[in-house]
C-alpha cells in the first residue's frame, strides 16, 4: 500500500495499533548533501521527529503530535554505502490512549546487506523515540526575557571548512550565534521556503537541528568554538503546529539555549533549549539533551581541532561557571 507521507512509502502492516512501513533513501532525499559529517551526506538525528510523527498520525488519524519523549539517536544514518540497498523499517506501535492522550512508540531501523544482496545484519536500529498525539494542542507557555548583559558573538563552527559537522544552505537555520551570562542565544533563519521538500514536513527539524547545536555552544578557554553531537534527548515539546515552512512566516523567532557549557561537561540533565516568538510565547523546546563532543573550531589559529583538545581544556576551566536559569 502507499502513501503520500514524505518518509512512509509502503505500507507493510496496519492493523491493530500496529504499522510497519519502509522507506528508500533516494534522489527525494538530496537536501541531505546540504548536512555533512565526515564529507557524507547524513540524516540528522533530530529528523527521526518528522519520521515519527508521520507514522503516529497514520495510528492516530485524529490527533495532533504535540511532542516526543526519550529520543535514542544510535547511529548515523548517510547515503551511500549500502544505504540504497535496503530501506528504512519504521515500526510504530500504540501503546496505550486515554484522556484525550494517544502514545505511539516509533523505531527506525534498516538491514544492512552486502552487495552481493545477502543480509548481514537485519533491524539494525538508528533511532527510537516516543510520540504524544493529543487531541488538541495545549497553550504555549512565555518565556522571561533575560537580563541586559554584555554578549559575546562567535563563529559557527558547523560553517567552517573542514569541520566534522558541515552545514549549508536550508541547514543553516540559525543567525548571530552569541554567549550571554546564562546561555547562547541565536535567531532562527526561517530557511524553508514554500515549494521546497520542507514543505511537506509537518515538524520544525530544521529548527529543533539549530537548537542542538545551539545546546552545545561554549568558547572553551577563550578561542575555541565546540562541535557537539546529541546522542540522547529526554523531551521535545511543539507548542505550535506546522514544520519550518510554516514557522517562517511566524515573525522574528528568537533561540536560546541554558544553561552553559552543561552539555560540554556531561550534564545528564538540566539542559534546555527554547524557541521564542516576538510576544514571549515559545513556540518550541527541548529538554536534556546528552551527546558527545566531536570537534570545534579553534578561533585564534582559524582550523578544526579534534575533540581531545577542547574537552581537557574545557572539564579543567568549565566546571566553575556555569549558568542557570530556573527549569
Known amino acids: 500500500m502507499e502513501t503520500d507521507a514524505f518518509y512512509l512509502d509502503r505500507t507493510v502492516r496496519l492493523e491493530g495499533g500496529t504499522l510497519v512501513a519502509e522507506r528508500k533513501l533516494d534522489g527525494r532525499d538530496h537536501y541531505l548533501h546540504q548536512h555533512l559529517v565526515d564529507g557524507v551526506p547524513t540524516m540528522p538525528g533530530v529528523f527521526v521527529t518528522e519520521i ?42 500504540l501503546r496505550s490512549g486515554a484522556a484525550g492522550r494517544s502514545v505511539v512508540d516509533v523505531v527506525v531501523t534498516m538491514d544492512v546487506v552486502a552487495p552481493s544482496g545477502q543480509v548481514l545484519v537485519r533491524d539494525r536500529r538508528h533511532f527510537s523515540v516516543t510520540v504524544l498525539v493529543d487531541a488538541r494542542r495545549p497553550a504555549a507557555p512565555t518565556w522571561p526575557a533575560w537580563h541586559t548583559a554584555d554578549e559575546l558573538p562567535v563563529p559557527d563552527p558547523y560553517l567552517t571548512p573542514g569541520s566534522p559537522v ?40 530544521l529548527l529543533l537541528d539549530g537548537l ?8 572553551v578557554d577563550d578561542r575555541y568554538v565546540p562541535i557537539f553531537a546529541p546522542t540522547r534527548i529526554r523531551r521535545i515539546d511543539l507548542h505550535v503546529g506546522g514544520g519550518d515552512v510554516v514557522l517562517g512566516g511566524a515573525g522574528a523567532v528568537e533561540l536560546f539555549a541554558t544553561p552553559r557549557a552543561a552539555a560540554l561537561l556531561g550534564a545528564e540533565g538540566g539542559t534546555r533549549a527554547l ?26 589559529a582559524g582550523r578544526q581541532v579534534d575533540w581531545p583538545v577542547i574537552g581537557d581544556v574545557g572539564r579543567s576551566r568549565l566546571s566553575g561557571r556555569v549558568g542557570v536559569v530556573p527549569l
Open 52 to 93: 515519527a510523527a508521520q507514522a503516529a498520525r497514520r495510528l492516530v488519524p485524529q490527533g495532533v503530535v504535540t511532542g516526543f519523549r526519550d529520543l535514542v539517536l544510535d547511529r548515523f544514518l548517510r547515503l551511500g554505502g549500502g544505504s540504497d540497498r535496503a530501506p528504512l523499517r519504521v515500526r510504530a506501535t
Open 166 to 205: 558541515r552545514v549549508d544552505g536550508a541547514f543553516v537555520s540559525t543567525t548571530g550565534l552569541r554567549l550571554h551570562p546564562l546561555g547562547a542565544r541565536a535567531r532562527y533563519t526561517a530557511p524553508a521556503g514554500a515549494g521546497s521538500v520542507f514543505d511537506r514536513f509537518t515538524v520544525p527539524v
Open 212 to 219: 542542538l547545536r545551539l545546546i552545545g555552544t561554549e568558547l
Open 275 to 300: 524557541a521564542v516568538d516576538g510576544t514571549g510565547r515559545v513556540l518550541v523546546q527541548i529538554k536534556d539533551v546528552v551527546g558527545v563532543g566531536v570537534g570545534g573550531f579553534d578561533t585564534v
